[in-house]
């Protein structure tokens, strides 16, 4: 099993760019997260998912969207990329959100739009 | 608001014992982890917390106290490989992680 894995891990923006990040995961698992993670600060939820064709806000959506078509998919994208967005993406998925199933992690995507 | 707390930085020697805090103030709980983030690496489970009480697992344990809002990660027998951030994170009323911002542990030869 590889897990949860991300698409790219590292990527240049200028600003205005679009792109979009790409998250993967073969354990079956329904829900999927996207968070971002600045230095001084908590993960912070972009969107998240509790299953194949769901999506929700976070706590800091704006800019942001999200598409999961496939259960196993959970796609990120910037539309118009602004230095504030520099960060690195962390994508997690659960077998559930309760009890003591934990999230699972990607390695991340270190993005940076100048 | 919501809010987790942890100091910024702890620093420790290698075979010691070290205590991390996490004070949290959420709307809601529903349990309590503790991560591990290496360098560069992505965060990895390390406890869970629901009742109040003391978790072990070997060299790790962690501590909780629902009714002052408080936590604590125990790590023994320090290894220089326990080189970390360690995120406590709470899950609230709507099932969302809420997440400190992490405490950078230095452990020193």
């Known amino acids: 099993n590889a897990g949860v894995t991300q698409t790219p891990k590292f990527r240049v923006l200028k600003t205005g760019q679009s792109m979009t990040l790409l998250c993967a995961q073969d354990m079956n698992h329904e829900y999927m997260y996207w968070y971002r993670q600045d230095p001084g600060m908590g993960l912070r939820l972009i969107h998240y998912s509790v299953g194949e064709g769901t999506t929700a806000k976070g706590e800091v959506p704006d800019g942001y969207n999200v598409s999961r078509l496939k259960k196993q998919n959970f796609l990120l994208g910037l539309e118009s990329a602004a230095p504030s967005q520099t960060s690195v993406y962390f994508c997690a998925s659960s077998i559930l959100a309760g009890g003591s199933e934990t999230q699972y992690f990607g390695p991340g995507t270190r993005l940076l739009v100048l | 608001g919501q809010n987790i707390d942890q100091p910024t930085e702890m620093t420790a020697t290698e075979g010691a014992i070290v205590q991390i805090n996490c004070t949290y103030q959420t709307s809601g709980f529903n349990g309590l982890f503790w991560y591990q983030q290496h360098a560069g690496e992505a965060p990895t489970f390390l406890s869970y917390n629901v009742l109040d009480g003391l978790e072990e697992k070997g060299r790790f344990s962690s501590f909780l106290s629902r009714s002052k809002g408080y936590s604590y990660l125990l790590l023994k027998e320090l290894q220089m490989k326990d080189s970390a951030s360690y995120l406590c994170?709470?899950?609230?009323?709507?099932?969302?992680?809420?997440w400190g911002a992490g405490t950078k542990l230095i452990i020193k030869p």
């Open positions: 994170a709470v899950r609230d009323s709507n099932y969302q992680l809420i």
